[in-house]
């Protein structure tokens, strides 16, 4: 995509009237101060009545002739004007110099990305050509960020994904995370109730999020997808120990795991399980479902390039998803350890640091 903005051309009529520019600040203020008035008295001398007052006087009403008027324009010891035209330059007194422009973006246009393999850039050139053959242009470059962000009508940052299961006849479990789509450096709340039906014990739960990038070009013909990067986003222990790989992560237990009115463990409680999230399933006071709620980290901008990941994107020739992903570790009695994964809840991260 290329666009040209022709803000000041010596050829255009225009040139005749001054810069062109919206805004003028001279460096001279005597001179920045009448610039304005001089603009002025040269448009109107250059307008058809300036002309006009010019030629004729009060003391004559004769229709001056051509000749008359050839005579006085190139009589002798009058200086003839140059107009920009025809010099093909203007002089621009030192000061500051501002022009006004928009560009409407289509929103088929990717945005701003920039990956290890390919990269998508936006930037703005200025040239100006100065008169003099040994005079070079001069260019300066400054590259654009373009953001893309939700509509105001989008729902991925406000609908839920809700997963509801049973895992085995030996627990059932629900997870809510709260909208579809995050910004990076923003937390991601996830919602969980887990309810034992047998004597199970939860020693464990992981967040997890997942970067797959692809690429592809030469019309498809060529297509090749990195290595899935995985990155731990939390995890609590039975044992009350949490672990964030970025500040901000919190859990609260809202009811179960062996406490009662939302009060929150301790390791001194009298039905509190070091070993089992759920709570302690040997009596039938504390049978019943644990809710809790994770509020997940993500990083943001100014992470480690390994901790850094990359938003969701729509180019057609890089693509970057994400998932979410949920493991818990559970024991069953008389059993090994078995791993409980979920790869349901698809995230994506969008542009821009919150």
């Known amino acids: ?70 005579s006085k324009s190139f009589c002798k010891g009058e200086p003839h004007r140059e107009t920009v035209a025809q010099k093909g330059h203007r002089v621009f007194q030192p000061g500051e110099y501002t022009y006004n422009f928009e560009l409407p973006l289509e929103s088929c246009l990717p945005e701003t990305m920039e990956v290890e393999l390919g990269s998508v850039k936006y930037e703005l050139e200025a040239t100006l050509d100065r008169a003099g053959a040994f005079r070079p242009k001069l260019v300066g470059k400054k590259e654009v960020i373009l953001i893309r962000c939700p509509s ?50 939860c020693h464990r739960i992981k967040v997890y999020i997942t970067e797959n990038i692809e690429y592809s070009c030469r019309n498809k013909k060529v297509h090749r997808i990195d290595p899935t990067r995985k990155i731990l986003l939390f995890d609590k222990r039975a044992d009350g120990t949490t672990t964030s790989a970025f500040a901000g992560s919190t859990s609260t237990i809202i009811s179960g795991g062996g406490i009662t009115n939302g009060a929150q463990p301790t390791s001194h409680g009298p039905n509190t399980s070091t070993d089992n999230i759920l709570g302690d399933l040997t009596g039938e006071l504390n049978v019943g479902p644990t809710e809790m ?33 949920v493991l818990i570790n559970i024991r069953f009695t008389g059993l090994g350890l078995l791993t409980l994964t979920h790869p349901d809840c698809y995230a994506p991260l969008k542009s821009g640091c919150q």
């Open 1 to 70: 995509m290329t666009h040209i903005w022709p803000f000041f051309n010596a050829a255009f009529p225009t040139a005749e009237l001054g810069p062109c520019a919206d805004n003028v600040r001279l460096a001279n203020t005597d001179h920045n101060s009448s610039i304005g008035s001089a603009i002025e008295s040269f448009a109107r001398s250059a307008s058809p009545i300036g002309r006009s007052s010019r030629l004729g006087t009060p003391n004559t009403d004769k229709r001056l002739s051509l000749s008359s008027v050839q």
């Open 152 to 201: 105001e009508s989008s729902l991925e940052g406000t609908e839920p994904i809700a997963i509801s299961r049973i895992w085995e006849d030996q627990l059932h479990y629900d997870i809510v995370i709260s909208g579809k789509s995050r910004p990076l450096n923003s937390t991601i709340p996830i919602a969980f109730k887990l309810t034992p039906l047998a004597k199970v014990r």
């Open 293 to 325: 709620e994770f509020n997940v980290q993500l990083p943001g901008c100014n992470v480690k390039e390994k901790e850094r990941i990359h938003f969701d994107t729509t180019c057609k020739d890089i693509q970057v998803h994400h998932w979410l992903k």
